[in-house]
């Protein structure tokens, strides 16, 4: 029987946005946390990106929120009409989207009188009844936590401040180490064996990417496990396969 320190915690990415799926804005939130994520003992098993729609927004958290312990989206916090990530979870939870009395407070500190917080900026004060805030040390507009729900920002910067600030108050499991084996040969002469070696090594990912550098064919072997006595053993058993066919 596991310890409660081998549980493994698991969690779930919703990026939201129309200008990630046209193209127009390239996403780097994504790598960031699921480094982060991984690093601290939390797998990030399943990211989705979704348009700007309420009812994509609603299934899409409450399917998350059957499977994954956090989940955690990025984007559609900000003061435009496009928006609405914040009423679309309220609308998830059942709840209202209201006026968060603390979130308000901080934006008229930053703006310095009420006068300039108009219409707009008041939308970034809104958020699902019951949720607490996630601080923003850069622009001050926070982001908010629904149960286990995190609402973050858009903004690489601003996103990776509220992240980096979120993950110590986490429950979290063993971190995942990782090793890599480059390979200067096909994947497809080495699949077969290495199938075995993953067969013999439940406990360690194995993942086989292929490369084309230079006019050179190769492979990039990477292997991650909580235990490190059984990754390093599998990796030592990597090598050797790849010595035979070198």
Known sequence: MKSAKERIYTAGLVVI???ILSGRTEDKNISYVA???NQAGIRLNEVRVIPDIEDEIVFAINYFRERFDYIFTTGGIGPTHDDITTQ???KAFGVKNILNQEAYNILLEFYGSPEKINESRIRMAYAPEGSELIYNSLSKAPGFKKENVFILAGVP??????????????????????????AAIPEGTIASSLSDIQDRYREVEIGSYPYYD????????VLRSTNEEILEKAKNEVVLLIKRFT
Not at 163 to 182: R, Y
Not at 214 to 221: F, Q, S
Request: charged share 25%.
């Open 17 to 19: 946005g129309n200008e």
């Open 35 to 37: 480094t982060s994520l």
């Open 88 to 90: 679309s979870i309220a």
């Open 157 to 182: 910067k601003i996103m990776m401040s509220m992240i980096d600030s979120i993950i110590p108050t986490l429950d979290k499991g063993k971190p995942l180490k990782s090793l890599e084996v480059d």
């Open 214 to 221: 230079n006019n050179k064919v190769g492979t990039v072997l």
